[in-house]
C-alpha cells in the first residue's frame, strides 16, 4: 500500500441541510384555532417538529405553502 491513497470522495461530501423550521416569530393563532397565522403549522406540528424526520417536515412545507395560499 502507497502513503497516498485515493480519495473516496466522503472527505468533500457534507450531509443534506437540514429542513429549516418555517417559524418567523409570528406566533398567534388563527381566529378558529387551526393553524400560526406567522408559519401557518398546527399546534401538532409545531410541538412535534422538533422530533420529526425531513420527509415529514418536507410534507408540512407542502401543506403550509397550500394553507397560505388558501388564507390569502
Do not use: H
Amino acid at each position: 500500500m502507497t502513503a497516498e491513497r485515493e480519495s473516496d470522495g466522503l472527505d468533500r461530501c457534507e450531509p443534506p441541510a437540514a429542513v429549516p423550521s418555517p417559524c418567523n416569530s409570528v406566533c398567534r393563532m388563527d381566529p378558529d384555532g387551526r393553524y400560526c397565522i406567522g408559519c401557518f403549522r398546527t399546534l401538532d406540528e409545531i410541538a412535534g417538529w422538533a422530533g420529526f424526520d425531513d420527509a415529514r417536515r418536507r410534507l408540512i412545507w407542502d401543506d403550509l405553502r397550500r394553507r397560505k395560499a388558501q388564507a390569502a
